[in-house]
């Protein structure tokens, strides 16, 4: 995989910010788009545009066919069994939203758990405050390392039988840390629990088997993998999506509609209420075959070595403190240069053409745990090259400089 060459598929990255080329990282927050995924979206919709399902003209078969032929695509690539165990959703967070809103609230009552971890987005945590909330369950977390790993022993002791949902992230958006969710859903199962991936940041940087990871939910995002804004998917098992009832009701999703009652479509379209995000799902669709054509092992192993390159370098710099541990990490660095407020980082950095994210990271239990207010993150893609991580460290440097720390 050449980073260089693939850069040029991004029309975007080619261009000067504040009197610099831009270097890009911000792929956590959300990645950039290749001529690929934007010319599949233009020809739907130069040539293909109907709505789906509905239409007996041609080109509402077309886009049938594309929309269907998407969620094909997205059930080989994360390796589902059924086709229909895929639901398109906005993203990650409506995909959680509707397992909390469905499956949690029917199955937990009081008494029971929801496990957690400190290391949840927002997304991850809120919905299972709700839900926890609604049933009278409590909402219990497992212990981090320092190093915001998590340990199998406290999974082991706060996994109980009376845990009814456990739901964790894959990769952590701050920590970087890779979690052990595989050994974590078998001590899920072995309880009677089910266990739910937040994949956000795993899907876009890794193989993924939900098989083999036996999760019986997993959640992602398009636009942190290539894809528009707007599409994300749902996947889980299905006996447990057949027992769940659809958390938006409307057009699409319906069998049968009467005057008092009425009767949901199979499965997956009982959970895709109105017209469904069509351009996005082929735009979906288009972004997993780039990524397929590099390969998601050739994508992980860039991604790793970058990734060490850069702890390496940034550790070097005196004053400056990174979080997560050095091995089993993702694409992801996250740091504090002395206690000059990230804002400041970014801003500075922004100056230099870096783009990086400051602030809680929709993470706010995690920033109390790590006793900041808020941190810099800096995050890679196929498109970075080691070159960028010498802009971003000679930035920093750059940075302590603007504010009288010296050179370290
Ligand atoms: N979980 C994690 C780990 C994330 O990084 C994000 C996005 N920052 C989300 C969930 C939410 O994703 P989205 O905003 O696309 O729904």
């Known amino acids: 995989m050449n980073a260089s060459e693939l850069r040029k598929l991004f029309p975007i990255l080619d261009q000067e910010i504040n009197g610099h080329p831009l270097v890009y990282l911000d792929s956590a927050a959300t990645s950039q788009k290749p001529i690929p995924v934007l010319e599949a979206m233009k020809a739907y919709y130069e040539h293909d545009n109907a709505n789906v399902h509905r239409g007996v003209h041609t080109l509402g078969s077309r886009a049938t066919d594309a929309y269907e032929g998407a969620r094909e695509k997205v059930a080989a690539f994360l390796n589902a069994r059924h086709t229909e165990e895929i639901i398109f959703t906005r993203g990650t967070t409506t995909a959680i939203n509707l397992v909390a809103a469905s499956y949690a609230r029917s199955v937990c009552r009081e008494g029971d758990e929801i496990v957690i971890t400190p290391l949840e987005h927002h997304s991850n945590l809120i919905p299972w405050q709700q839900a926890a909330k609604a049933t009278g369950a409590t909402l219990k977390y497992i212990p981090l390392q320092p190093d915001g790993t998590i340990r199998l022993e406290d999974v082991e002791a706060t996994i109980t039988p009376n845990t009814k949902m456990v739901a964790v992230t894959y990769v952590s958006n701050v920590m970087a840390a890779i979690n052990p969710v595989k050994e974590i859903a078998a001590i899920a199962h072995k309880n009677g629990a089910k266990i739910l991936v937040d994949g956000a940041q795993s899907t876009p940087h890794m193989k993924v088997d939900v098989q ?71 735009g979906l669709g288009a972004a997993i075959d780039f990524l397929k054509d590099i390969g998601m092992d050739e994508i992980e192993r860039h991604e790793h070595a970058l990734a060490g390159y850069a702890y390496d370098r940034l550790s070097a710099i005196d004053g400056l403190a990174v979080y997560g541990p050095r091995e089993g990490r993702s694409g992801l660095i996250t740091f504090n ?72």
């Open 212 to 282: 083999e990871l036996d999760c019986d939910f997993y959640a992602f995002s398009g636009h942190k993998m290539c894809a528009p804004t707007g599409i994300g998917c749902l996947y889980g098992k299905k006996e447990l999506l057949e027992r769940m009832e659809p958390v938006e009701f409307g057009g699409e999703m319906i069998d049968h509609v009467g005057l008092y009652d009425s009767t949901w479509k199979e499965l997956p379209w009982r959970f895709e209420g109105g017209t469904p995000i069509i351009a996005g799902a082929i």
């Open 337 to 408: 240069l002395g206690d000059i407020h990230p804002h400041d980082v970014a801003t500075v950095l922004d100056a230099e053409g870096v783009a990086v994210r400051a602030g809680h990271h929709c993470c706010q239990p995690l920033m109390r745990w790590l006793e900041v207010t808020a941190t810099a993150r800096a995050s890679f893609y196929l498109y970075n090259t080691e070159e960028d991580v010498d802009r971003l460290t000679a930035a920093l440097v750059k940075t302590k400089e603007y504010f009288g720390y010296g050179i370290g």
